[in-house]
């Protein structure tokens, strides 16, 4: 069977990288999460050329030769050294990701879930801190009689789920 291999070079680094399709699949979606996250962020086409040229300089340090093939699990190390991509979602909610008038979209996001994801949804929709949502949820489930956590449970079922935040803002912003 013949392995498949893309040959690509980053942003900032002269190298060029040969990958097996699995670590190309791999680099292509964090690359494009990032993209997504970053989108309303006026800098994001240096903040990407940053990244490709740190996900370059890292997979250059792999290569003990030019006809190395970065696979799958090279391509994972990689991504995790170099982590996730900081989007900032708490101040570009807030300062200018999602409108505070207009039509907003009341959801629940799995991403940072603990139970739903209800919170999570109501604190962005509120443009308030998760945390404060939990423990308003809390504090009038004990006083109303845990009302309130049916309430909870009700809007698990009906409301819309959403993945992520970033496909959240995604879907806001369009």
């Known amino acids: 069977m013949m392995q498949q291999v893309i040959q690509i070079s980053l942003s900032g680094h002269p190298t060029k990288f040969n990958l097996d399709a699995d670590a190309y699949d791999e680099l292509r979606q964090y690359l494009d999460r990032a993209r997504i996250g970053l989108k309303a962020d006026p800098d994001h086409e240096e903040v990407m050329r ?3 040229q740190s996900i370059g300089e890292r997979l250059a340090d792999l290569l003990p030769a030019d006809e190395h093939i970065i696979n799958l699990t090279d391509m994972t190390e990689v991504l995790a050294a170099v982590g996730p991509v900081d989007t900032g979602h708490e101040e570009l909610i807030i300062a200018k990701g999602i409108p ?6 009341l959801v629940r996001i799995q991403e940072g879930q603990d ?3 209800v919170c999570q949804g109501l604190a962005v929709y509120a443009h308030m801190d998760v945390d404060w949502v939990r423990t308003i949820f809390f504090m009038l489930a004990l006083v109303t009689g ?3 956590g049916l309430v909870y449970l009700a809007m698990a079922f009906i409301l819309p789920v959403v993945p992520t935040l970033d496909e959240y803002i995604a879907l806001e912003t369009a």
């Open 146 to 148: 845990g009302v309130v």
């Open 100 to 105: 505070r008038g207009g039509r907003r979209r």
């Open 115 to 117: 139970i739903f994801g």
């Open 50 to 52: 940053d990244l490709e």
